[in-house]
Each structure stands twice: as C-alpha cells, then as structure tokens.
Nanobody, 127 residues
Framework: QVLLVESGGGLVQPGGSLRLSCAAS????????MGWFRQSPGKEREFVAA????????YYADSIKGRFTSSRDIAKNTLYLQMNDLNPEDTAVYYC????????????????????WGQGTQVTVSS
C-alpha cells in the first residue's frame, strides 16, 4: 500500500512558476514508477510527466515539454513537478500516481496502469 499526498498547488499569474510535491509512504519508493496527471473540468485526465523508479528516465507530454520538470528524491520519498512559464491552459487539478514495477527503469504514461493516486492539488493560472 502506498499513500500519496500532493502539495504546492495554488493561484499563479501567467508566466509564473510553481513546484508541486508528492510525498509517498512506504520504504521501497525506488520500486515505484511515478507519474503526474492533470484534469480540467469537462476533460479527461491527461498525462503530464512520468519518472522511473531510478529517477534517471523521464517522459513528458508535448504540451508541457520544456516548461515542466519532474524529479524525485528517493531519500525523502518525494516526487516533484517544477512548472515554469505557466499559462491558463495549465489550470487543472494535478495528481501524482505510483505504480510498482519490477524494473526501476519502467516509465508508464497511461493512467490506467497506475495503482495508487493522490488526492490532487489545484493549480490555477490566471491574471
């Protein structure tokens, strides 16, 4: 069982930055691939970023590539999403997710394969 708790969301002006955190319970954090997803009202949940258990492989959605960076601190059992140059289209509830993997180099990008989800944190980009 993995408990995920996101934090760091809020209101930011266009062009601004936020860093989301996702604190994970458990002692085998490196055995879990981690993902970030987001969902806006009336839209499907969409993939944002994913990072391998080892932390050295990342994938990003085209819509945020070059602006967002995902990282993880295995010692702190924490996943991060640094978001820069935010625009109103980034407004959504952001969720972190975890999937146990036998390989520390697996990086799933599909929401349905993730086993554990956080409660979400609201990010609003508006002037």
């Amino acid at each position: 069982q993995v408990l995920l708790v996101e934090s760091g969301g809020g209101l930011v002006q266009p062009g601004g930055s936020l860093r989301l955190s996702c604190a994970a319970s458990g002692r085998t954090f490196s055995h879990y691939a981690m993902g970030w997803f987001r969902q806006s009202p009336g839209k499907e949940r969409e993939f944002v970023a994913a990072i391998s258990g080892s932390g050295d492989i990342t994938y990003y959605a085209d819509s945020i590539k070059g602006r967002f960076t995902s990282s993880r601190d295995i010692a702190k059992n924490t996943l991060y999403l640094q978001m820069n140059d935010l625009n109103p289209e980034d407004t959504a509830v952001y969720y972190c997710a975890a999937k146990f993997t036998s390989s520390t180099r697996v990086v799933p990008t599909t929401a349905s394969v993730y086993n554990y989800w956080g409660q979400g944190t609201q990010v609003t980009v508006s002037s």
